[in-house]
């Protein structure tokens, strides 16, 4: 694994331009766990899937934020921070390399953590706004409210992450980022999701070099001319301290 690691670091010396397309396995490092493995709502008979979709927002809001809100209770309270991970992107930024971080997650850590250019595809949890009329609010006001509900018209908040059922408007964005860059670096993600799991087979055949860190096997390893299965910190420290 050193000898991955080593190949990396010198791919990432010689970059210009970097993009990072990060998931779920980027956070948990930092306390945040996958939302997938949350328990105890299955028993409403509801699949993961119909919990977060903008029908069941639709059809009855109060149930949505409820369930949505134990799902996402760790990363609502906003106690959390960044991780030696996010850190070396930010400082990556900082060496002079353009660095274009594409997140699946929707807890704001890259921004945090320094990064400047982060498209959130899946959108953010620090706020929701008013379907009627776009008003926006925090999210002290979201967690102080069983039911957000907008100051300005009453109606209810729905939270700015794109919900199953809606489409991802920053996707073709996404794709025209990886197949530009020097290489794409994936950190952190099964690469189960549609669509975004498909920017590394196109900057693959755009002849973009591809790198994925993940702590276990994903369907896609064959696509990446690099794959390394270790921890996300742990790696990025061995990277920087090499490419210091």
């Known amino acids: 694994m050193q000898q991955e690691i080593m190949r990396l670091a010198a791919a990432i010396g010689q970059a210009g331009h970097i993009a990072v397309l990060s998931g779920a396995g980027m956070s948990t490092e930092s306390g945040i766990p996958d939302f997938r493995s949350a328990k105890g709502l299955w028993q409403q008979g509801l699949q993961l899937e119909e919990l977060v979709s903008i029908d069941y927002f639709r059809a009855d809001p109060e149930a949505f934020w409820h369930s949505f809100k ?9 106690n959390y921070q960044p991780n030696a991970g996010h850190r070396f992107l ?4 900082e060496t002079g390399k353009q660095v ?4 699946q997650n ?6 945090v953590a320094g990064s400047r250019h982060v498209s959130e595809l899946h959108g953010t949890l620090r706020t929701a706004s008013c379907p009627s009329c776009g008003r926006r609010q925090g999210l002290e006001y979201i967690n ?15 939270p ?5 059922g809606e489409p991802v408007p920053l996707i073709e964005h996404a794709f025209d980022v990886a197949v530009s860059a020097d290489m794409l670096l994936v950190l952190g993600s099964s690469l189960e999701v ?6 590394p087979l196109e900057a693959a055949r755009a002849g973009v070099m591809t790198a994925l860190i993940n702590y276990t096997p994903t369907r896609m390893d064959r ?8 921890g996300i910190g742990d790696t990025c420290q061995q990277l920087r301290s090499l490419l210091q």
């Open 70 to 78: 134990q799902l996402f209770h760790t990363k609502l309270l906003g």
């Open 223 to 230: 696509v990446f001319d690099l794959t390394i299965q270790a």
């Open 100 to 103: 274009s971080v594409l997140t």
């Open 90 to 93: 930010a400082w990556l930024e």
């Open 144 to 158: 102080h409210h069983v039911l957000p509900l907008c100051t300005h018209c009453m109606d209810v908040l729905k």
């Open 106 to 111: 929707i807890d704001g850590l890259h921004g």
């Open 194 to 199: 549609s669509p975004v799991n498909h920017i």
């Open 160 to 164: 700015d992450v794109v919900l199953y």
